[in-house]
């Protein structure tokens, strides 16, 4: 198993600004994934975090938009750049202990851009 | 792509009632198969999952799922339900190292 401390839990920032999520995990994981949870919506999956590379991104997300770091086994960020309000919802740090099998999440971060 | 599908967002019962909530999905080849519930104010967890072998698999508290694999379905039941499992569900296939998720069933257990 893994434990997955996520923060901030919450914050509500302005239009235009960014946003730095943390994601630390209580031992050393090959897969970290980022996914954002709208309003009523399932869980997207964002990018896989790559220790030691770029994230992978999937369809409909840009580096640019959502720069991803991973400097070592148990730590990732995700930054939500230029926000706007569609960019409010839940996001969520996962890791995958036995890639492709069990998934742990972290509490989730819900942002509220105003 | 793998997609997931899962009717009937949100479904209110009584407690002792039995609960069956539906997942299909669609993509080519193996897949790994998962429940994930989240009761309120929590973070997700895994309530269940399937990697092989048997198609019924039982998870935690009380719950089962049954994999078809001609129906590209993997339904989950509980035969009583109880206030505590008032949460949102989620199925979930992994098919090439990536989750993915369905929209969730919101259940709501009434006393």
């Known amino acids: 198993s893994a434990v997955i401390s996520q923060k901030p839990s919450r914050d509500i920032c302005q239009r235009g600004t960014s946003l730095t999520i943390q994601c630390q995990v209580d031992?050393?994981?090959?897969?970290m994934f980022w996914y954002r949870q709208q309003p009523g919506q399932s869980l997207t999956l964002i990018a896989t975090?790559?220790?030691?590379?770029?994230?992978?991104?999937e369809s409909g997300f840009v580096i640019d938009k959502f720069p991803i770091s991973r400097p070592n086994l148990t730590f990732s960020t995700l930054t939500v750049s230029n926000m706007s309000p569609e960019d409010s919802s839940i996001y969520l740090c996962?890791?995958?202990?036995?890639?492709?099998?069990?998934?742990?999440f972290g509490q989730g971060t819900r942002l509220t851009v105003v | 792509a793998q997609s997931v599908s899962q009717h009937n967002h949100h479904v209110i019962l009584s407690e002792a009632a039995s609960l069956e909530l539906g997942c299909n999905y669609s993509?080519?080849?193996?897949?790994?198969l998962f429940w994930y519930v989240q009761y309120p104010g929590q973070h997700l967890q895994l309530l269940l999952k399937?990697?092989?072998?048997?198609?019924l698999v039982k998870g935690i508290k009380g719950f089962e799922a049954e994999f078809i694999k001609s129906k590209f379905s993997f339904n989950l039941r509980k035969p009583s339900v109880q206030w505590s499992d008032t949460a949102e569900y989620f199925c979930a296939v992994n098919g090439n190292n990536r989750l993915a998720f369905g929209k969730g069933n919101q259940v709501v257990v009434i006393p």
């Open positions: 399937y990697f092989s072998g048997d198609p």
């Open positions: 975090a790559n220790q030691g590379s770029e994230a992978t991104y």
């Open positions: 031992s050393q994981v090959t897969m």
């Open positions: 993509y080519g080849g193996t897949v790994n």
């Open positions: 996962s890791v995958d202990t036995t890639r492709g099998g069990e998934a742990f």
